[in-house]
């Protein structure tokens, strides 16, 4: 499986409209690409600006397909000037799962 870790800060005058825009990219992909198996969004209770994003897929095949998928491209572009500072993005490789994630589709 192949893992993405993501961590952004948002300004926080964008905050709301990014959570919308992040839960939409969120949910097509779970809903609309078999490759990803898990698309977890969660904000930090002592900086709400920062928000993380762990993703899970089958492979970089489905990884790759996700960065083509509408909903990305949307969220990607409507997001795009919102940071705070740069996402700060880790590719992963998976060593332990619990079993509802590797029960996943």
Known sequence: ???IFASCRVQPE???RFLESMLDDARGSVLDEPG???FDV???QIDPTRVCLYEIYRDRAA???HLQAPH???WSETVKDWYAEPMQVYHCTTV???EDA???R
């Open 1 to 3: 499986m192949y893992v």
């Open 14 to 16: 964008h905050l709301d």
């Open 36 to 38: 990803c198996l898990r």
């Open 42 to 44: 969660v904000q930090d």
């Open 63 to 65: 990884f790759e397909a």
């Open 72 to 74: 990305f491209r949307r």
């Open 96 to 98: 332990f799962l619990t």
């Open 102 to 104: 590797r029960g996943a």
